[in-house]
Each structure stands twice: as C-alpha cells, then as structure tokens.
C-alpha cells in the first residue's frame, strides 16, 4: 500500500486547510487511518485518528475541537483532516498513516505517507 497525502499549502491564520491522503494498491479495510504531524525543530506528533468501521475517533489535545478526521463514505478509501481555526504553531509537515492497531501508536504503523507541508502564517 502507497498512501499519498495532499492539500497542503499556506493560510492564514483562523483559516482553514483540507488534507486528502489516498492509498493506493489496495484498500484500507481493517485498517485504523490517522494523521501525525512534525513541525521545525520537534519530534514527530499524533494528531488525529479514526477506527477503520469509521465510528470512533480521537484527537490530541492541540487540535481538539479545531480538526475533524474523516473518510469517503463512497470509496472507503480515501480519508481526510479538515483543519479549521488554524494557528500558527500548526505549521508543520503533515503525515497520513494507517495501522491495523486502534488506538492507534505511532511505532504500529504499517503504512505511512509522504508529506504534505502546513505552514500557517500571516
């Protein structure tokens, strides 16, 4: 499985950003799908991640309320980090991953992809 993240870019701050990571190769069936996150300078940080039924998820406490992980209900394949409120210490280079462990931990991931640079600023 290849998953290939987009839609990063630059905003302003109280913008808002949509990131896309799309796997390629086959499916992500069984799989839980999550976002990491690694600023300048700092260690690479959960984000955001959902079960792969897609009913339950959870968030870090520094994007609680502000991002939304989803996927496409459709394809079932594609999932998403809807990114609202932004601020300036979001800026950071954006990793979609997959694993067959939920909750999810970063040393568990199978699968995880380019990525995608948010850099918030005015």
């Known amino acids: 499985v290849q998953l290939q993240a987009s839609g990063g870019g630059l905003v302003q701050p109280g913008g808002s950003l949509r990131l896309s990571c799309m796997p390629t190769g086959r499916t992500l069936v069984g799989y839980a799908r999550a976002w990491f996150r690694q600023a300048p300078g700092k260690e690479r940080e959960f984000v955001a991640a959902r079960n792969w039924r897609g009913d339950r998820a959870y968030y870090s406490d520094s994007v609680k309320g502000r991002f939304t992980i989803s996927r496409d209900n459709t394809e079932k394949t594609t999932f998403y980090l809807q990114m609202n409120s932004l601020k300036t210490e979001d800026t950071a280079v954006y990793y979609c991953?997959?694993?067959?462990?939920?909750?999810?931990?970063?040393?568990?991931?199978?699968?995880w992809g380019e990525g995608t640079l948010v850099t918030v600023s005015s």
């Open positions: 991953a997959a694993s067959s462990d939920y909750p999810l931990r970063e040393d568990g991931v199978d699968y």
